[in-house]
């Protein structure tokens, strides 16, 4: 299991759009990934999952993985927060 913790820079969040871009990426990994906020945890490849957690800017998410590319998913799904989304 590898786990990281990003900051959600982009103005809005992980929502609509933004999310739409992680879950997308999240599905291209053969592991399990979650995202997690505070004591909630939610399927990372789930559009709805993701929506439910409400993120905002400037909330702190850790990205949990568990598979034999885990570590490349957690690093990849915080470069693409880190990174307002932008491809």
Do not use: H, Y
Not at 23 to 43: H, L, S
Not at 51 to 79: F, H, N, P, Q, Y
Request: with cysteine; glycine share 6%.
């Amino acid at each position: 299991m590898f786990v990281k913790t990003v900051e959600v820079k982009n103005q809005v969040g992980l929502r609509a759009r933004p999310a739409t871009f992680f879950t997308q990426k999240a599905n291209e990994f053969k592991c399990q990934v979650w995202i997690e906020k505070g004591d909630r945890r939610v399927n990372a490849k789930s559009l709805l999952g993701v929506l439910s957690l409400g993120v905002i800017k400037g909330m702190t998410v850790s990205i949990v993985a568990d598979g034999e590319d885990e570590e490349r998913a957690v690093e990849t799904l915080c470069e693409l927060i880190s990174r307002d989304f932008a491809e």
